[in-house]
């Protein structure tokens, strides 16, 4: 009994934090003792696209969902941007050895990110590690992101949340977009201290002000949600058209759904097809999914049952519950011929 009442205490720490699937663990564990603190912790899952929380939702209202409202409501996962500078550099070592002796900083980063890499080695993260920690003892925004992510990661040293967070701090104030994404994040998700959307979505804002697309997907899902901010679904779709536009699979999607639905925007079923497209070439499963549906009912889109078929099958192979429950229906219905 004391495990399953520390199990539960976890777990409800973990949703609160707004963890999808401790939501739908707590919300399954709660059915037969706390139906509607079960049901609420069921929707926060299924509303942020937690497929089993949506079916067991719709099963305990007696609610018909379609596989096609199932849609992902878009706050990021705690993604973190790994690497301080672009892997575009081909300076050799030595020269960047040279450089880094004489004092420039981002050669530092540079031989920190080549030695946590391994370079065809094994990685040094001490190395790395010293190499990122001098580089922001000269005041440098991209050594202290790098310190940052080493800290979030655990990178050679024990995860310290509180630090990552700190070094994310130093170089966001010095403008560092990457940092002021990630450091929106964790202040999202009260990683490394308390929870504050409001102060996540002035970070998110300032790193989508220089064309951040992670922090532009991230404030379209907090105006769409309204969390942090006041809901506004046309800001919404405007944040995630500048991400979509940057190749974002989860802001395409989501700007589909909008698209599709009329939401902050005029209905256009033909554009909300093509951006479904395009997240499911990159291999969203759940775009896979709804494209399939737009091809089948000819939404947006010529009616074309034999694609359909082959996106429900990527979408199914991905591990989508959705498109394997209408995969599994297709197949009784044809003779397993699908």
């Not at 942020?48 to 409202?69: M, N, R």
């Not at 979509?244 to 902050?264: H, I, K, P, S």
């Amino acid at each position: 009994m004391a495990k399953k009442v520390e199990m539960l205490t976890n777990t409800r720490l973990l949703a609160e934090k707004g963890d999808a699937f401790a939501q739908f663990t707590l919300g399954r564990v709660l059915l037969k003792e706390d139906r509607p603190q079960a049901l609420k912790w069921l929707e926060l899952a299924a509303k942020q696209g937690h497929c089993e929380a949506a079916d067991l939702l719709a099963q305990e209202t007696a609610q018909k969902v379609s596989p096609a409202t199932i849609e992902t409501p878009g706050l990021p996962p705690p993604e973190i941007i790994s690497d301080p500078l672009d892997p575009c550099f081909e300076e050799s070592t030595e020269s960047l050895l040279a450089a880094a002796r004489s004092g420039e900083a981002d050669a530092m980063v540079i031989l920190g990110d080549r030695c946590r890499k391994g370079d065809g080695a094994a990685p040094d993260f001490p190395e790395a590690i010293g190499w990122y920690r001098k580089a922001a003892d000269l005041g440098s925004a991209l050594g202290e992101c790098a310190l940052g992510m080493v800290y979030d990661l655990g990178l050679g040293v024990p995860s310290d949340e509180a630090e990552a967070r700190a070094w994310y701090l130093k170089a966001a104030q010095q403008g560092y977009a990457r940092a002021q994404f990630n450091l929106g994040n964790m202040i999202r998700q009260g990683r490394g201290g308390a929870p504050n959307p409001e102060v996540a979505a002035k970070w998110f804002q300032a790193a989508a002000k220089q064309g951040d697309a992670a922090a532009h997907f991230a404030l379209g899902a907090l105006y769409e949600t309204g969390t942090g901010v006041r809901q506004d679904q046309a800001q919404a779709v405007e944040h995630y058209r500048a991400a979509a536009e940057n190749g974002d699979a989860d802001a395409q999607f989501n700007l589909a759904n909008m698209l599709r639905r009329g939401v902050g925007t005029e209905a256009d079923p033909g554009e909300a097809a093509s951006l479904y497209r395009r997240a499911a070439e990159q291999g969203k499963a759940e775009a896979q999914f709804n494209y399939a549906l737009m091809l089948a009912t000819g939404t947006g889109i010529e009616r074309n049952e034999e694609a359909a078929g082959r996106w429900l099958r990527r979408a199914a192979e991905s591990g989508h519950p959705p498109a394997q429950r209408e995969l599994a229906k297709l197949r009784r219905q044809t003779g397993g011929a699908s």
